[in-house]
Every structure is written in C-alpha cells, then in structure tokens.
C-alpha cells in the first residue's frame, strides 16, 4: 500500500512538471513571436485566438500529427535516443526549482550541483543527434554545440562559485533565504553578466545559435528530425531557457523575494524578464562567428569569472 502511495505521489508530481512543461513551451513560443513582431513593427500571430494565443497551441498538434520521417542509413540507437535524452534531464531539474519558501517538490542540500549535473547531458544528446543522424550538417551543428558547451560551461560554474562562498551553501533555498536584505547582483554584478553571457551559448540563443544556425547548417543537429522527436528538442530548448532564468533568479535577483505580491508571482515575473531579455537580444544582435565565439568564451569571459573569484574571496577574508 504504501508502494502504491508512493507511485501515485511520483506520478502526480511527474504529470504537474510535464503540464507545466508542456505549457510553458507554447506560452514562450507565442510571446516570442510578440516580441520578435513588435521589434520589427509587426503585429505577429493575431488569428487563432485573441492576438493569436492559441496559434502556439494548433501549431503543436500539427507537428504531433505529422509523420515521423526516419532517414535510411542511420545510427539507429543514438538516433532515436537523442530526443528522449534532451527532454527527460530538464523534468529532473524542474523538481528541485523552488518557486516559494515552501513551494517545492525536492529540497536538496546540493540543489546546485544537481542541477548542473543534469544540465550536462543536454550537450550529450546534441553529439548523439548529430552523430546518430548521419549527415554532415547535423555533424557539424553538434560538433560546434560540444564545443560551445565547454567552452562556456567554464564560466558559468566559476560566475556562481562567489555566491557560493558568500552565502556558504548549495541549497537553492538557503541562497534566496540568504538574500532577505540585498540580493546578490549587487555584491556580484560581474558574475551576472558573465552567467547571463553564458546562459545565452549554454542554451544556443542567438548571437551564439552556431549549433543549428539555419542560414549556414540548415537546422545543424535536428535537422534530419520530425514530428514529436523534432518537438522534443523544441520543447526542451524552451524549457532550458526557463531552468536558466531560474537559476539567475535564485542566485541573483533574491528568488521569490519581494513586497506586496504572492512568492511565486515575483519569482515568475523575474524569470520571465530574464527570457524577455533572451528574446529581446536574439533580435537586436547578428549570429557571431565561431572564432568569435571561442575567443569570448576562453579569452574574455574564463579570465573575468577568475578575476571575480579573486576579488570575492579577498573581500571576503578582509
């Protein structure tokens, strides 16, 4: 009985992720295509609803609906792998993300390094994509995304290293409960920019979409994917965006800290500026070039995280 209690918990908790997964990708998809409008003067989807909120959602049952197309010679396993492979880590992470002091599912004392454990196999199933798929320009497309994510893993770790050592603690919880008073950019305004840099190349938003760069790779690692497979890597790119913005919010911006408003609004409203930001970059720069991208990975931003670990533990010990 208590077995049984303990499926039906995983299962409803499961189900509550997967929904608002599911959910949250649409509602991202159709205020991407606003922003993207009302920068270029455009009005965007305006039909299918009102101002088109339900375009998102009849565009995801055509691409459910349409025919999964496998190409002939491929690598079967790693193939069909990949899409799954992208996907079932950011259901993982979405259950230690606390939105309140007390709306959680885990509570763990590593709440971080979970995270970036799990993180890390999004760069696994884009090697397996494009290797799996046997065409070179979905090789090309997760070649350059295994190197974009080492190159810009780097700095992303060493950014949060000095809230770390400032609050003393992995756990998501204790970092928000720690900035009750002052919210950590203040205190690490360098280490932001350097994750916020790197949170932009660690999910391929533009200027660093190298990996499926349309224009040059067609659609780099998916490009021989169709149907749900093709929505998988769709959904879970959408749902990375979200766990990043998270992420800056708990470490950065004082989580669900805020007057007035219910904990999960100001958490909310924080981690949807952060994907507004995202968004508002992706058409306001032009792709960069993959040297470019190296060398502010390697040159600019690993030296800059390192400075900022040097003056945060100096500051520290005075």
């Known amino acids: 009985m208590d077995m049984l209690l303990v499926m039906l918990k995983i299962g409803m908790y499961a189900a509550i992720v997967i929904g608002f997964i599911t959910v949250n990708a649409l509602f991202l998809v159709w205020m991407e295509r606003k922003v993207s409008a009302k920068i270029q003067l455009r009005h965007g989807p305006m039909e299918v609803g009102w101002h088109g909120t339900f375009q998102t959602f009849a565009d995801a049952i055509k691409l459910f609906g349409k025919e999964l197309i496998t190409p002939v010679n491929i690598d079967k396993v790693p193939y069909l792998l990949a899409p799954m492979l992208a996907m079932f880590p950011t259901i993982l992470i979405f259950l230690v993300i606390p939105i309140g002091e007390n709306l959680h599912i885990l509570d763990l004392n590593v709440g971080v390094l979970y995270i970036f454990a799990f993180s890390a196999l999004g760069v696994l199933s884009i090697f397996m994509a494009g290797y799996g798929s046997n065409n070179k320009y979905s090789m090309l497309g997760a070649v350059r995304g295994v190197a974009q994510s080492l190159a810009y893993e780097i700095p992303l770790l060493l950014s949060i290293l000095g809230v770390i050592m400032i609050c003393g603690t992995l756990n998501l919880k204790g970092i928000v409960m720690a900035q009750d008073n002052v919210w950590f950019v203040l205190y690490q305004p360098l280490a932001f920019v350097i994750f916020f840099i790197s949170t932009l190349a660690e999910t391929n938003r533009a200027p660093f979409d190298l990996p499926e760069a349309e ?3 067609i659609a780099g690692f998916h490009t021989e994917y169709s149907g749900i497979r093709f929505a ?28 007035f408003l219910p904990e999960p609004v100001w958490f909310l409203l924080k981690v949807y500026f952060l994907i507004f930001m995202m968004m508002w970059i992706r058409f306001t720069f032009p792709r960069i070039r993959i040297d470019q991208l190296m060398t502010l990975g390697w ?20």
Do not use: C, D, R
Request: aromatic share 12%.
């Open 215 to 217: 224009s040059e790779i």
């Open 299 to 318: 040159k600019i931003l690993i030296p800059l995280a390192l400075v900022n670990l040097l003056v945060t533990g100096i500051v520290l010990k005075l």
């Open 232 to 259: 998988m890597f769709f959904l879970s790119e959408y749902t990375h965006m979200f766990i990043v913005s998270a992420l800056a919010t708990i470490l950065f911006l004082g989580g669900w800290n805020g007057p």
